[in-house]
């Protein structure tokens, strides 16, 4: 090969580097320019979901102002009453529709302010169900998220309550007996109050 051709040889290829270097450093400036692009596509995205959950809450908030203008308000709870008689599982099923769950008094305070709002809204003469059971072990009372009941209210100076065994393995809180509690056939169809935690 003679020089000029040599010569030719290496221009060419210097003219190859170079343009290899050229592509080299523009898709290193696109991929910044990527990488700031998904940065920021994925802050738009957080900022998004931060608003609809946002909105979800005022939604809820909203919600739970309704249910305690219809209902009443215990102890950082809403309460709202429902007269239909079901079953155990169907109102419990209907208060978990709602967002909230079977009443279940945490004290006695509770529990009076409960058996008060019974007999004024439902009536003195009804029983509500109360979100405890014994279904999976007779006698060890859990309420709907399956922990152990502490404050009880069993009527147990007349009918030594509860009595039923494997018969009866739901609660009712009785308006005719003070708010005293006695355990039924969850196939019994009571009245029944949802209860809503406040934020």
Known sequence: MDA???????CL?????YCTLQ??????RNGKKDSVNNTAIEELKKQINNIVQDLNLLKEQQALQSVCLRGTKILGKCFLANPVKKTFHAASDDCIAKGGSLSTPLTGDENDQLYSYVRQS?????HIWLGINDMVTDGHWVDQSGSSVRFKNWETEITLQPDGGRSQNCAILSATANGKWFDESCRAEKASVCEFNII
């Open 122 to 126: 439902i009536g003195p003469e009804e």
């Open 23 to 28: 592509q080299s450093s523009s898709r290193k």
């Open 4 to 10: 000029r051709g040599l010569w030719l040889m290496c």
């Open 13 to 17: 290829l210097l003219l190859l580097a």
